[in-house]
Structure formats: C-alpha cells, structure tokens
C-alpha cells in the first residue's frame, strides 16, 4: 500500500473551441477561462482546477467578411462543421465558437456532431434581458446585422439593437484589430465608437466581436456594457464543472 493516497482532480468536462476566427480572441477566451479560476476566491489553485479546452486553431476558416459582407470567397459552413468532428474525435464533450458572426453557421456546427453546442448567442441575449437591458448598442461586425445572427434572440427578450448609421468606423476598426495592428494605437477609435453608440440612444455597449473585445478597457468610463464572450466563458465555466463566475 503506498504511503500517499493518489487524489482525483474533480471531473471536469472538456470543451472543444473552433478557434482561430481571430487567433487573438480564442486567445483572449483561453485566458479568460483561466481568470475565472484564478479569481473564484479559492485559498489554492492547482492546474487540475482549470477547465480543460480543446482548441482547434484554425485561422484558415474562410473569411466570413468576405462572404457575408462582400459577397464573394468560399463557404465557411464545411469547413466549421469539419472542425466541430475533429474536435469530437478528439475528446470534446460540448462546443464552442469564440465568434459572433461565425455564429451564422450555427446550425452547421450543431448538425455536424451530437455534441451540445454552447451558444454565445442565446447566453448574451439572456444576460442583456435579465439585466434590464432594453437598447443595446451594437459593437458589432456590420455582418452580424446583415444576416440577423442577433435578431431571433433579441426579438423572443425584447431587446432592441441600436445600430452604427456609419458602419465604416467598426469595420475599419475590426479589420485593424485583424491585421496586428498595435491595440493602443485603436483604443481612441473604440471609445469613438462607444460613444457613438450612446449618442445615437443606446442604453448599454454590447461588444459582439470577439477582435473588439481585446479592446474593452477604452470603452468610455461611464458607460455600462457587456462582452458576449465573458457569456461564453461563463457557458462553458458552468459544463466543464460547478461554475466559478457567470456572465
């Protein structure tokens, strides 16, 4: 008989991200799965205490701008749904996509496995409406509103989106953010774009792509807002284990 009993970590669920839709924000979502932790207010924390992720890290999922906004390149649906069975081959027990606009696809990535799929979507949309949120300002890839990804979820909560009149600014900025471009040489231009928001009657800053929410901390100070990628993390924080933290 050994002198130390062996202790099993606490079970923990994988979940498996299609990543890569940018390489920075499924970054950005790893690192906030790992804050959750970190802050739960436990005396210890171990590595086994850490939710387990399985990433696929694909930056060569087609351009969903390309395809949604400007009408031309290669579908992103097949090779989404491609990436959701390799990451069930690989051990994942639940999905998830650090994407807003990918989210389009949605139906693919749940059609293509029995896994669950853990959507940022419906968990933002109920995080807006149990806060009382009525007019969210949309910063948002112009995509996300050409093809309705939040109008469903919106709509069954009351929720209002408030759209840029000019969506030039938040594209440019995106596609900034894309490029490497250095994060504080944009952080004026995310609180233009805020205030914008606010100015044209929004009640609350809803960030809705995962490349501006590497740029939250230039928000104007004032104003209240939500990511919906800390409501995906708080998604998979509560399948993994008992969750830490929520949205």
């Keep these: ?47 086994a205490d850490h939710i387990p992720l399985i990433v696929h890290q694909n930056p060569q999922v087609p351009s969903r701008i390309a395809r949604l906004i400007d009408g031309h390149g290669p579908d992103p649906a097949p090779v989404l749904a491609q990436m959701a069975r390799d990451l069930a081959h690989a051990g994942a027990q639940a999905l998830a996509m650090p994407c807003n606009t990918a989210h389009h696809y949605a139906d693919v990535v ?13 968990a933002t949309a109920d995080h807006l409406a149990a806060t009382g949120v009525k007019r969210p300002g949309m910063l948002a890839s112009p995509a996300v509103r050409l093809v309705s990804v939040f109008d469903a979820a919106f709509e069954a909560r009351g929720l209002t989106p408030i759209w840029f009149a000019d969506e030039v600014p938040v594209l440019a900025l995106i596609r900034a953010v894309k490029a490497g471009k250095p994060l ?23 960030v809705a792509c995962t490349e501006l929410s590497l740029l939250t901390d230039s928000l104007p100070a004032t104003a209240l807002w939500t990511d919906s990628l800390d409501c995906l993390t708080a998604q998979i924080a509560a399948f993994a284990g008992p969750p830490v933290s929520s949205c």
Excluded at 110 to 120: E, G, K, S, V
Excluded at 184 to 206: F, K, S, V
């Design 1 to 47: 008989m050994p002198l130390i009993s062996k202790v099993e970590p606490a079970f923990m669920r994988p979940v498996g991200i299609l990543g890569g839709m940018g390489p920075e924000a499924t970054l950005l979502l790893m690192q906030k799965c790992i804050a959750l932790v970190t802050a739960s207010g436990r005396d210890t924390v171990d590595d």
């Design 110 to 122: 749940r059609a293509a496995t029995d896994l669950p799929f853990l959507d940022m979507i419906t």
């Design 184 to 206: 504080t040489e944009l952080c004026p231009q995310m609180m233009a774009l805020g205030q914008a928001a606010l100015d044209q009657g929004a009640d609350h800053l809803l």
